[in-house]
């Protein structure tokens, strides 16, 4: 069974910070990793997504998300944070096989002024 | 073009009552997936759907039923609500093929007493 984790719950950094979400997985074969961004009383937006290549993934926004194999992590970063990134973050991986995506529970990112 | 819209966006049942929730997409998507999101849980699969009359069942399809008559809506039934069916759902759609991601909707506020 495939599996995510993302063991903060809330991530906080300054304006012009750079930002890091954590994230890591569990699937059999290789892996196809998404991250979402989720604002208040919306519903999930696609940021990125990892299928094959360059381990740096760039995606909306100026994000961009770092696949490490030996490591099984997919971490989102961003150089410099704005106020306006302050949602709720979730990972997400599905096999190539599948036809689920199974989520992390998902980080709150809050950054302030 | 408005995606994957939701209807209705809350409601209020009794326990044992009954209610569907409506989903429709106009981007011609193959895939519909069924969610729900509860707090530190991130999004669970309730069921999905590969196509035109088809459905399967995600990781918690219990007290819940679904059915995809026309490609466009993908409808998901309580038969006889229960408490711990109060939650908020989102519904998904996405492309045919193995690397598409998934598009969202608003999603629906449920509370059921």
């Known amino acids: 069974a495939q599996s995510v984790a993302q063991p903060e719950d809330q991530v906080n950094v300054a304006e012009g910070n750079p930002l890091t979400v954590k994230c890591t997985y569990s699937?059999?074969?290789?892996?196809?990793l998404f991250w979402y961004v989720q604002y208040p009383n919306r519903g999930l937006q696609f940021l990125l997504k990892?299928?094959?290549?360059?381990?740096l993934v760039k995606g909306s926004y100026g994000f961009e998300a770092e696949f490490n194999k030996s490591q099984t992590s997919f971490h989102l970063k961003k150089p410099s944070a704005l106020v306006s990134d302050s949602a709720l973050y979730f990972c997400?991986?599905?096999?190539?096989?599948?036809?689920?995506?199974?989520f992390g529970g998902g980080t709150r990112l809050m950054v302030k002024p | 073009n408005a995606g994957v819209t939701q209807t209705p966006k809350f409601r209020v049942l009794k326990t044992g009552q009954s209610m569907t929730l409506l989903c429709a997409q106009d981007?011609?998507?193959?895939?519909m997936y069924w969610y729900r999101q509860d707090p530190g849980m991130g999004l669970r699969l309730i069921h999905y759907?590969?196509?035109?009359?088809?459905?399967a069942k995600g990781e918690v399809p219990d007290g819940y039923n679904v059915s995809r008559l026309k490609k466009q809506n993908f409808l998901l039934g309580l038969e006889s609500a229960a408490p711990s069916q109060t939650s908020v759902y989102f519904c998904?759609?996405?492309?045919?093929?193995?690397?598409?991601?998934?598009?969202f909707g608003p999603g629906t506020r449920l509370t059921v007493l």
């Open positions: 759907s590969v196509g035109e009359g088809t459905t």
């Open positions: 699937v059999s074969g290789n892996p196809y």
């Open positions: 981007m011609n998507h193959e895939y």
């Open positions: 990892y299928i094959t290549g360059d381990n």
């Open positions: 998904a759609s996405r492309q045919g093929g193995g690397l598409s991601e998934q598009f």
């Open positions: 997400a991986v599905r096999d190539y096989a599948g036809n689920m995506l199974t």
